[in-house]
DNA sequence: CGTATAGTCGACTGAAATGTTCAAGTATTG
DNA sequence: CAATACTTGAACATTTCAGTCGACTATACG
């Protein structure tokens, strides 16, 4: 997972998004207004929060986007997964063949790396974005450990 | 702190010194053809590690460069700021302007994420690395769950 | 119906970051 | 002196970032 300031772009127009849809539909000229994000960068970034439902759109007047899903569905791994998209790539060219060498011993590194910050990510929703006066994520943060979870330890590490 | 596929680069070419480092000082001819990174862009990284006081120099035949501290004293957190250096990151602008109206509500997430993945990176050093014969980063991180993610969306590898 | 609203799509731009390559140095060993 | 290897800097193709523009489609409303 890759960490750029497109994401963030995103999350921000989301929250904004997330505040203001109790009133119908929110139109990305108003969410450029206030966020002083470009018009046209944001429709790029919702067409991709779109195709991957995300949000929803309403045409014509009186449109807008709205989230096409509960706020405390949305996380914000699922954000920036979806504009970051494509991109790619475990070090080792593409699965196994790492160096003979070496075994790219970076790959547990990232790999392991990689899950975490998706973990750290995936607990936060925007529903924990909008209702915090302040530092409450960092309480919602701590919190997440693996007691949620009844006991299945499985072993999904390893696949690329 | 940014992640991108930089920092992997670097981290991977300072596993290939922090191994062969006991011989004498490694060239970046050796780790060039070794990591297949290219020699001139090893130059760069290897610039700003040494001005970073995490490598050592040593000029003429023979030379190459050496871990300036402890193999456990260097820590994957290192190594990417150095290469990455001109991070930065909290969203507005420098420190508290933020947005009046919402006091960029972002401003915890992201200094919170950053603070996580940097505990993270810091917290993995070239020893963990390099004594590592297989998964054990793996099993230092433990138990964490995926939580509500339906086990297999196509992009579980993200990776810089 | 016509028009204004607002999303949709595609192409195009300038700036920056990625990686790479080339070239000219300097320090050190033998 | 010559070979080795780090040091520096410039030029370069490619990609991503962020924004712009123009044309199009769907729809609410007067």
Redesign the interface.
Known sequence: ????TKG?FA??AM??LAQRQANGPVTLAGISE??KISLSYLEQLFGKLRRHSIVGSVRGPGGGYRLARAMNEVT?ADII?AVD?P?????CGGQENC?D??RC??H?????????????????SLYD??N?P?????AA?IA???R??PA??TN?????
């Not at 997972?1 to 750029?4: Q, V």
Request: charged letters at 30%; glycine letters at 0%; proline letters at 0%.
């Open positions: 997972m890759r960490l750029t963030r999350v921000t929250i904004d206030r966020q914000v997964a998209e991109l790619d790539a475990t070090n160096q060498e070496q011993m970076t547990d590194l990232w790999t392991n790396l990689n899950k975490r910050m998706h973990e750290y990510l995936a607990s936060v974005l909008v915090q302040k530092a409450k994520a960092v943060t997440m450990d693996d949620l979870r299945r330890r999904v590490a390893v696949s690329a």
